[in-house]
């Protein structure tokens, strides 16, 4: 079975640092990518890696948030610094078989695949 699992998530203060990774098992995908949601919210795009390197982030984790693979290509790590209350949701990670990143922003419909997500909470 191809599987996205997440893990990683937790609490913090604001200020502080949260690394999050996503391990794909049954299938070795082209382009990754991290969404989140809030309660009542709707979920969004916050980075993206396609096959190719190129990534994208959305403006409001900019400078903050690094979207990467680790060396050996088995996950795809965000490392989340200098978080903020904001920052706080559901964090997913979601895959898909394209190999670049596409137009922008990314959307959740553009991605097949998807894990069952890991909380985050800055407080």
């Known amino acids: 079975d191809v599987q996205l699992v997440e893990s990683g998530g937790g609490s913090a203060l604001a200020g502080g640092s949260v690394r999050l990774s996503c391990a794909a098992s049954?299938?070795?995908?082209?382009?990754y990518s991290w969404f989140r949601q809030a309660p009542g919210e709707e979920r969004e795009a916050v980075a993206g890696?396609?096959?190719?390197?190129?990534?994208t982030y959305a403006d409001s984790v900019k400078g903050r948030f690094t979207i990467a693979r680790d060396n050996a290509k088995t996950s795809l790590d965000l490392q989340m610094n200098n978080l903020k209350p904001e920052d706080s949701a559901m964090y997913f990670c979601?895959?898909?078989?394209?190999?670049?990143?596409?137009?922008?922003?990314?959307?959740?419909?553009?991605?097949?695949?998807w894990g069952q997500g890991t909380q985050v909470t800055v407080s």
């Open positions: 049954g299938y070795t995908f082209n382009t």
């Open positions: 979601a895959a898909r078989l394209a190999r670049s990143l596409g137009p922008r922003p990314l959307r959740p419909s553009d991605f097949g695949y």
């Open positions: 890696r396609d096959s190719y390197g190129s990534t």
